[in-house]
């Protein structure tokens, strides 16, 4: 219970320390922060504490699963022993691409059929109403920040009219929330990965996403906030979107983008370890000639110091010392790698029964839930410019203060997590 109450102090202190390292500490408006900080703690009453939601959660996360097994049969066909994963028959070990970031494809083509029928539309104007209101939030940010509980950079295209027109402060919000949630895609992943080893993990990082979403509007609304006239505060937006003609057509243009995300992670995650090698290299020259001057024996890596900088984050979030580092490690490990190698090592510490607190675990599936890693500052900065250039340099301006925004907003998420965590409620069972 004490870690509990550790969690619910690190949460108003992580909103302080935003807080301390506002562009503008006078101008930030308090109903943003207590709405959001509302929102948080409603829907954390209502995961974690309210049974039937919590087992309505259970049934999405079995929902989930069993859609991951369906999309496993396109990867066998395609891909035979290579799609087979590690003890299956005619298995030849894990392999990244073909048995998991293949079932994105699968899963951005559900996506784009949801949003062909209606279902999509009508959830995002929901939850847009719903920030607009509690955050007093402009319509098209709230309706952004909705998209991306679901999507990825594609929920930049549901606002396309109105971004060359937002001001630096929306355009923080669009940022922080792009990079502190994930996409239903890349969720899926996520739940292949680790669901051997962490029970209804799908259950933690749907409700880790829903929580992000009104988080990354208080960490951006603390360290940017608004100074201007938004174009559609007050205003309700419906999302902007190319009906497809027919299922068909909407499941090839789905399938088609996920191709393209598959390609782009591969593609990333090529270069990005590549040079994030190199620089250990570099530090590793760098602890040797330290050890043969002083005998000092400490072998240094970009991911090793990250790893003391989140050190007393993972404390303040409720994390128990005798695991903190191992967290911290972690979320290092995700600054610079991705989430992908990260959530990777959570199962082989999982499979290892490395954690000495089973509510370790759990908090960290939530701080590592999202987009919050050095790669994600040049897709998102890319991504929203190619929809509006002309907003180039205010995004390029934003960008740095937007990840430190999402960043604090992961672990405002796993405080939450910490929070109610208690083996009363089944989704901790």
């Given at each position: 219970?004490?870690?509990?109450?550790?969690?619910?102090?690190?949460?108003?202190?992580?909103?302080?320390?935003?807080?301390?390292?506002?562009?503008?500490?006078?101008?930030?408006?308090?109903?943003?922060?207590?709405?959001?900080?509302?929102?948080?703690?409603?829907?954390?009453?209502?995961?974690?504490?309210?049974?039937?939601?919590?087992?309505?959660?259970?049934?999405?996360?079995?929902?989930?699963?069993?859609?991951?097994?369906?999309?496993?049969?396109?990867?066998?066909?395609?891909?035979?022993?290579?799609?087979?994963?590690?003890?299956?028959?005619?298995?030849?070990?894990?392999?990244?691409?073909?048995?998991?970031?293949?079932?994105?494809?699968?899963?951005?083509?559900?996506?784009?059929?949801?949003?062909?029928?209606?279902?999509?539309?009508?959830?995002?104007?929901?939850?847009?109403?719903?920030?607009?209101?509690?955050?007093?939030?402009?319509?098209?940010?709230?309706?952004?920040?909705?998209?991306?509980?679901?999507?990825?950079?594609?929920?930049?295209?549901?606002?396309?009219?109105?971004?060359?027109?937002?001001?630096?402060?929306?355009?923080?919000?669009?940022?922080?929330?792009?990079?502190?949630?994930?996409?239903?895609?890349?969720?899926?992943?996520?739940?292949?990965?680790?669901?051997?080893?962490?029970?209804?993990?799908?259950?933690?990082?749907?409700?880790?996403?829903?929580?992000?979403?009104?988080?990354?509007?208080?960490?951006?609304?603390?360290?940017?906030?608004?100074?201007?006239?938004?174009?559609?505060?007050?205003?309700?937006?419906?999302?902007?979107?190319?009906?497809?003609?027919?299922?068909?057509?909407?499941?090839?243009?789905?399938?088609?983008?996920?191709?393209?995300?598959?390609?782009?992670?591969?593609?990333?995650?090529?270069?990005?370890?590549?040079?994030?090698?190199?620089?250990?290299?570099?530090?590793?020259?760098?602890?040797?000639?330290?050890?043969?001057?002083?005998?000092?024996?400490?072998?240094l890596t970009l991911q090793g110091i990250l790893?003391?900088?989140?050190?007393?984050?993972?404390?303040?979030?409720?994390?128990?010392?005798?695991?903190?580092?191992?967290?911290?490690?972690?979320?290092?490990?995700?600054?610079?790698?991705?989430?992908?190698?990260?959530?990777?090592?959570?199962?082989?510490?999982?499979?290892?029964g490395a954690f000495h607190h089973p509510r370790s675990p759990?908090?960290?599936?939530?701080?590592?839930?999202?987009?919050?890693?050095?790669?994600?500052?040049?897709?998102?900065?890319?991504?929203?410019?190619?929809?509006?250039?002309?907003?180039?340099?205010?995004?390029?301006?934003?960008?740095?203060?937007?990840?430190?925004?999402?960043?604090?907003?992961?672990?405002?998420?796993?405080?939450?997590?910490?929070?109610?965590?208690?083996?009363?409620?089944?989704?901790?069972?």
């Amino acid at each position: 219970m004490i870690y509990n109450l550790v969690s619910f102090v690190g949460f108003g202190v992580l909103m302080l320390l935003a807080w301390g390292l506002s562009a503008q500490r006078r101008a930030v408006r308090l109903r943003t922060v207590l709405g959001g900080v509302a929102i948080q703690l409603v829907f954390g009453v209502l995961v974690f504490v309210v049974p039937w939601v919590s087992r309505g959660f259970l049934l999405l996360s079995d929902l989930v699963v069993k859609v991951l097994d369906a999309a496993k049969a396109g990867n066998a066909f395609c891909f035979g022993p290579l799609a087979a994963g590690p003890g299956a028959e005619g298995s030849i070990g894990f392999i990244l691409v073909f048995q998991g970031l293949t079932l994105i494809v699968f899963f951005a083509a559900l996506m784009e059929l949801l949003y062909n029928v209606g279902v999509m539309p009508f959830i995002l104007k929901c939850f847009s109403r719903l920030f607009s209101r509690m955050m007093d939030t402009s319509g098209a940010e709230s309706l952004c920040v909705s998209s991306n509980i679901f999507v990825g950079i594609e929920a930049a295209t549901t606002i396309r009219p109105y971004i060359e027109r937002m001001t630096a402060s929306e355009l923080c919000t669009i940022l922080t929330a792009g990079m502190a949630t994930i996409a239903s895609s890349m969720l899926a992943f996520y739940v292949f990965t680790l669901r051997a080893t962490f029970p209804n993990i799908a259950a933690h990082l749907m409700s880790a996403s829903l929580l992000s979403a009104p988080a990354a509007i208080v960490m951006s609304k603390l360290l940017f906030p608004e100074q201007g006239q938004p174009e559609t505060l007050g205003l309700h937006v419906d999302p902007h979107y190319d009906k497809d003609r027919n299922f068909l057509e909407a499941m090839l243009y789905g399938a088609n983008s996920g191709g393209r995300l598959v390609l782009g992670v591969v593609v990333m995650l090529l270069a990005l370890l590549g040079m994030v090698e190199l620089v250990n290299i570099a530090l590793g020259v760098i602890s040797t000639g330290l050890a043969n001057i002083f005998g000092i024996q400490y072998e240094l890596t970009l991911q090793g110091i990250l790893s003391y900088v989140f050190y007393p984050f993972t404390l303040l979030i409720g994390v128990p010392p005798a695991d903190a580092f191992t967290v911290a490690g972690l979320l290092g490990e995700r600054a610079v790698l991705t989430e992908i190698p990260a959530y990777q090592h959570l199962n082989e510490l999982l499979a290892a029964g490395a954690f000495h607190h089973p509510r370790s675990p759990v908090i960290a599936s939530y701080a590592l839930c999202g987009f919050t890693h050095v790669a994600s500052i040049a897709i998102f900065v890319g991504g929203i410019s190619a929809l509006a250039p002309s907003q180039t340099k205010n995004l390029t301006r934003v960008a740095f203060r937007a990840f430190l925004a999402a960043t604090l907003a992961c672990l405002m998420t796993a405080a939450v997590a910490g929070m109610f965590y208690g083996r009363a409620c089944i989704l901790f069972q």
